[in-house]
C-alpha cells in the first residue's frame, strides 16, 4: 500500500484540524491503518488505529476524547480529526498501513508490525 497524508498545518490551542490519507493498493481494505505522530527530539508514538471494516478503534491515552479516526475504503481514504489541540499535539504525522495486523494498536507503541509508511505532515499546535 502506498499511502499519501495531507492536512497538517497551524493552528491555535484548543483549535481543530483533519488530517487525511489517501492510499493506493488492493490491501488497503484489508488493513488495518494507523496513525503515528514523531515530535522533534522524540521516539515515534501510536496515536490511533482503526481495523478494517472500521468496526474496531484505538487511542493513544492521551489523544482520548479529542481525536477520531475513520476510514472510507470506497475511496481509500483514512482521516484523523483532532479536536481541543494542545501545544503537546505538536508532531508530524504519519499514517500507516498493517497488512498482515500484526501491529500494536497501544499508548507506547512505535510502529512495530506496521509495512507500509507515508511521508508525514506537520501540525504545529501554537499561539
Known amino acids: 500500500v502506498q499511502l499519501q497524508a495531507s492536512g497538517g498545518g497551524l493552528v491555535q490551542p484548543g483549535g481543530s484540524l483533519t488530517l487525511s490519507c489517501s492510499a493506493a493498493?488492493?490491501?488497503?481494505?484489508?488493513?488495518?491503518m494507523g496513525w503515528f505522530r514523531q515530535a522533534p527530539g522524540k521516539d515515534r508514538e501510536f496515536v490511533s488505529a482503526?481495523?478494517?471494516?472500521?468496526?474496531?478503534?484505538w487511542y493513544a491515552d492521551a489523544v482520548k476524547d479529542r481525536f477520531t479516526i475513520s476510514r472510507d475504503n470506497a475511496n481509500r481514504m483514512v482521516y484523523l480529526q483532532m479536536n481541543s489541540l494542545k501545544p503537546e499535539d505538536t508532531a508530524v504525522y504519519y499514517c500507516?498501513?498493517?497488512?498482515?495486523?500484526?501491529?500494536?494498536?497501544?499508548?507506547?507503541?512505535?510502529?512495530?508490525?506496521?509495512?507500509?509508511w507515508g511521508q508525514g505532515t506537520q501540525v504545529t499546535v501554537s499561539s
Open positions: 500507516a498501513a498493517d497488512k498482515l495486523r500484526l501491529g500494536h494498536y497501544y499508548t507506547g507503541a512505535t510502529g512495530t508490525g506496521f509495512d507500509s
Open positions: 482503526i481495523s478494517s471494516n472500521g468496526n474496531s478503534k
Open positions: 493498493g488492493r490491501t488497503f481494505s484489508t488493513s488495518t
